[in-house]
């Protein structure tokens, strides 16, 4: 099992810059990948950013060159978003994708809230 905690998340205005971080417990040594999603009202939960354990990264299209995501350690991957745009607000939850055998499990965080707005 694996345990996510978000925390970053809040009131920005446009323009502006946050950082997200999710921090891993439990059975992190078969974490495969970390990533970042984001849902907003009345939308589908989409892809923001992902990164494997050899550190290759993904993002949307809508993102990049805006975010970036880290992987500060085996057990913490933060999210650098800047010049921040109202279509950013969601709700941003962070994935780990554990591999066992052939078996892959996905973990979900409790998800954290970005609002963008002047």
């Known amino acids: 099992q694996v345990q996510l905690v978000e925390s970053g998340g809040g009131l920005v205005q446009p323009g502006g810059s946050l950082r997200l971080s999710c921090a891993a417990s439990g059975s992190i040594f078969s974490i495969n990948a970390m990533g970042w999603y984001r849902q907003a009202p009345g939308k589908e939960r989409e892809l923001v950013a992902s990164?494997?354990?050899?550190?290759?990264t993904n993002y949307a299209d809508s993102v990049k060159g805006r975010f970036t995501i880290s992987r500060d350690n085996a057990k913490k991957v933060s999210l650098q978003m800047n010049s921040l745009k109202p279509e950013d607000t969601a709700v941003y939850y962070c994935l780990a994708k554990r591999v066992v055998l052939t078996t892959v499990y996905d973990y979900w965080g409790q998800g954290t809230q970005v609002t963008v707005s002047s």
């Open positions: 990164i494997t354990s050899g550190s290759n």
